[in-house]
């Protein structure tokens, strides 16, 4: 049997992933609670996507699936896009798990 591996067809598990759309997340300041989309994702600052326009050094709490809620402070924001630094940054292998999909999977 012809396999074709041209490289397109799957990541390899070592490479540094690069989500294929926006990562799913809940946000959280005070009472208002929403379900957010995170792009730009670094281990120390995302970019969401949000209902409101924040003032700059608010803190706001960002929940990824499978994580515990992370402490966050808003850094700018303009057209209920906002960028935010995390109070402590993620490691390495958790920020791996987020990009590439595999939070929740076991193996």
């Not at 049997?1 to 990541?11: H, Y």
């Not at 490479?15 to 957010?36: H, Q, T």
């Not at 850094?75 to 993620?90: G, Q």
Request: overall charge neutral; charged content about 20%; glycine content about 8%.
């Amino acid at each position: 049997m012809w396999l074709e591996n041209n490289g397109t067809a799957r990541r390899s598990p070592y490479s540094a992933g690069v989500p294929e759309g926006p990562i799913p997340a809940a946000y959280r300041r005070g009472i208002f609670r929403a379900k957010v989309n995170a792009h730009e994702l670094t281990g120390t600052h995302a970019q969401i996507e949000c209902l409101e326009n924040l003032s700059p050094g608010s803190m706001v709490w960002l929940t990824f699936t499978g994580l515990e809620s992370r402490a966050a402070i808003v850094e700018e924001s303009a057209a209920f896009r906002i960028r935010l630094r995390f109070v402590e940054p993620f490691h390495p292998a958790v920020l791996d798990a987020i990009l590439q999909g595999r939070l929740g999977v076991f193996h």
